[in-house]
């Protein structure tokens, strides 16, 4: 083989891959060789502790704020699993499930709750979170849209004899029905029941979008071919005989106990006081009693229950976790700015020295 051919082979494959380059090289322009005008942060050390600083008193401030705020906060709470023991043993026991039990809690309020107070019911050691037990239900079923989908109910979709239950799952069937009333002794001798609403205890979304009646006049036909829960004493069309409005899937107890709680102690809107009478300020000190009405079970889990009586802030109840969260970030923040003002001092320093050297 020549010299001469070597030499215009590779001329020749030089030129192909000169072509081939030439063929992939983005056109020249200032977008595609990423020649546009731009800024570069570059921040000091001083900007930088400035605003780690910054953050650290923002969290502080924050912390201490929340934290005075849920302090300020009148709240009272009452137990009542031990003090209704013999009703607890009796709503135990499966043959008394038609029984009617009640109890009554004197108790005395030190202290004015001025404003709207609140009443919640509590309960310790009841896993809502489990995930077989959030999936028992049926969103289309409770939206009113069919009233027999009752696929992920089980085991609470049908009764005995195949009929659909409404509302299905282990959620509806296992709701709070406890009765609670609170009355107050008006001049230590007259009891007078304390107004409370049960109207507007939801959440918008829950009451307007999630949850809806099927369409009908009258709500008794409208779930007919349809059973209550196996728990439940009367069917969802009649759990309010005083409100007709507050019936079937509308009703405000059953949607707050549908909106699964994420730990297993936990407390539930239940009521809220209507500001009419002698409680327009709020509830006046005095003596006060809980007449419940015991139905739902807990001592077979280890349980408890009970009433928390509370008023609210701009900030939301009584829990301290966001506030020592603010807090806690805060203290962290400025514990690492001074840690890095120590060591940007002490990098500085050395520095000089290494340039009077």
């Known amino acids: 083989m020549s010299e001469e051919y070597i030499s215009v082979t590779c001329r020749t ?3 192909r891959i000169s072509e081939d380059y030439q063929s992939r090289v983005p056109d020249n322009t200032a977008l595609k060789q990423q020649q546009l005008p731009a800024y570069r942060l570059q921040l000091s050390a001083t900007g930088i502790l400035s605003g780690f600083f910054a953050a650290g008193a ?4 924050m912390g201490i704020i929340l934290i005075l705020s849920a302090k300020s906060i009148k709240e009272i709470e009452v137990k009542y699993t031990k003090i209704c023991a013999n009703c607890a043993e009796l709503r135990e026991d499966a043959t008394n499930f038609d029984k009617e039990c009640t109890c009554s809690i004197p108790f005395y309020l030190s202290e004015t709750m001025k404003g709207n107070v609140y ?4 309960l310790y050691g009841f896993y809502q979170n489990l995930y077989q037990y959030i999936l028992s239900r049926s969103n289309s079923q409770l939206l009113g849209t ?3 989908d009752v696929g992920n109910c089980a085991p609470f979709s049908n009764s005995h004899d195949g009929t659909p239950i409404a509302p299905c799952g282990a959620i509806a069937n296992s709701i709070f029905n406890d009765t609670i009333i609170l009355s107050y002794n008006l001049n230590s001798s007259i009891p007078i029941e304390v107004p409370m609403l049960r109207s507007k205890i939801t959440w918008w979304t829950d009451k307007y979008v999630k949850f809806q009646n099927p369409s009908s006049i009258n709500l008794s036909s409208a779930f007919a071919g349809t059973t209550k829960p196996p728990y439940w004493s009367k069917p969802v069309y009649e759990l309010d005989e005083e409100d007709p409005g507050n019936n079937g899937f509308l009703n405000e107890d059953f949607i707050v106990w549908m909106r699964t709680a994420a730990f297993p102690t936990f407390k539930k809107l239940y009521r809220r006081l209507n500001r009419i009478q002698y409680f327009i300020e709020g509830l006046p000190a005095g003596n006060y009693s809980f007449n419940i009405t015991y139905n739902f079970p807990v001592t077979r889990f280890k349980g408890e ?3 928390v009586l509370s008023t609210l802030t701009w900030s939301g109840g009584s829990s301290l976790f966001l506030g020592l969260a603010y807090t806690v970030t805060g203290a962290v923040t400025w514990l690492a700015s001074f840690s890095m003002m120590a060591i940007h001092l002490m990098l500085k320093k050395k520095k000089m020295l290494f340039i009077q050297d």
């Open 13 to 15: 494959k030089m030129k």
């Open 58 to 61: 923002f969290c502080l401030g």
């Open 119 to 122: 009443m919640y019911y509590k």
């Open 146 to 148: 069919d009233l027999k």
């Open 305 to 307: 229950k009970s009433v």
